[in-house]
């Protein structure tokens, strides 16, 4: 039978991977928007595409932080002590990120906007960046004591696995976000994310594998052979659907590649939550981190009841805003003024 605790580690797996594959367009569009748009109209299209869905996608993160802190205070406690610094650039690159797409547009000054298209650029790199070092660093493992506490510094948290989780996740987001730019966008800006997508499968490709074949060898032979397949695989799929101009089954599959990669951290780590470097001993797990009985009962209740409304909610927020966004008829240029008639000579 299915523990609750178990269960619990399956609905965080599920958030940061809903996290992942929702926002992970976002960030895709948010870096690629000043290469595929090469106006202030183009840039404006390519943003607009994900107006109506980034602010409600972030919200997988902030449930899937809540449900740690609810479910495992334990793990919760330990892992956001251990990131605080660098979690803290995460909030900051969230406030950058979110401010830009909102205030570019106030103003039409040239630096005004150069700024924010900066802060949405380096905001949508840094934040799949520094949350894939933190899941890498789950299984790669910390210094922690048999107090749970974390005993590093800034450097220990840059793990050459963590680093390479997280330059897969932004390169995926990439591909993920240039194929949902050529679903929802005509015109040059729709040509030019077809260029970028076929340019970024084979990167792309180069990553997962990578990822892949690392994550097995630091989980060991209880990590499945299917799951290296089928990211591989999704890549592949992808690249060969964008040539075929198959956009809504390319962002599919693209979709299906980083939503592979957040699963294979969860099942190489399972049953801990944190690996310890310092003892294996020291590791937390989801029944020593793990809230009391009852308070897993009443999550999960509230889960079972809620979850399913959020799905249908965004589901149908998706169908709504399913038309293609345009960059809209360029203004011509002004005319110079006229020059002043020559006044008659005098006779």
Not at 34 to 45: F, L, P, Q
Not at 149 to 158: A, C, H, K, P, W
Request: overall charge neutral; hydrophobic content about 55%; proline content about 5%.
């Amino acid at each position: 039978m299915l523990q609750l605790h178990t269960l619990w580690f399956i609905i965080i797996a599920f958030f940061w991977t809903g996290f992942f594959v929702l926002e992970g367009f976002d960030f895709g569009v948010g870096m690629l928007h000043a290469i595929v748009g090469r106006t202030d109209e183009e840039r404006n299209a390519a943003l607009e595409s994900i107006g109506p869905f980034w602010d409600g996608n972030e919200v997988w993160l902030v449930v899937a932080g809540a449900g740690t802190f609810a479910a495992f205070p334990g793990w919760y406690a330990t892992m956001f002590s251990a990131l605080y610094l660098a979690l803290v650039v995460v909030l900051a690159a969230l406030m950058a990120r979110g401010v830009s797409l909102e205030f570019r547009d106030k103003l039409t000054n040239p630096r005004w906007r150069r700024a924010w298209k900066w802060a949405t650029i380096v905001g949508s790199a840094l934040i799949p960046l520094l949350i894939g070092v933190a899941l890498g660093d789950l299984l790669h493992g910390l210094p922690i004591d048999s107090s749970h506490e974390y005993t590093g510094n800034f450097i220990d948290l840059l793990t050459p696995y963590g680093l390479w989780t997280g330059a897969t996740l932004v390169i995926l987001s990439l591909l993920h976000g240039a194929t949902f730019l050529m679903l929802k966008t005509t015109g040059d800006v729709r040509a030019r994310s077809a260029v970028a997508a076929r340019i970024l499968v084979w990167p792309s490709l180069g990553a997962i594998l990578g990822f892949m074949i690392w994550t097995r060898t630091i989980s060991g032979e209880h990590f499945p052979s299917t799951l290296i397949v089928l990211g591989v695989l999704a890549v592949l799929g992808a690249g060969y659907l964008i040539h075929a101009r198959q956009e809504g089954l390319a962002f599919a599959a693209s979709a299906v590649s980083i939503g592979v990669c957040l699963v294979s951290i969860f099942v190489a780590l399972y049953p801990n939550v944190l690996v310890s470097t310092t003892n294996s001993a020291y590791n937390l797990t989801v029944s020593n981190s793990a809230s009391g009985h009852y308070a897993l009962v009443v999550m999960t209740v509230a889960a079972l009841l809620l979850s399913p409304v959020v799905l249908l909610y965004q589901g149908w927020s998706f169908h709504v805003f399913r038309a293609r966004v345009g960059a809209g008829p360029q203004k011509p240029p002004e005319a110079p003024p006229a020059e002043p008639a020559a006044a008659p000579a005098d006779s």
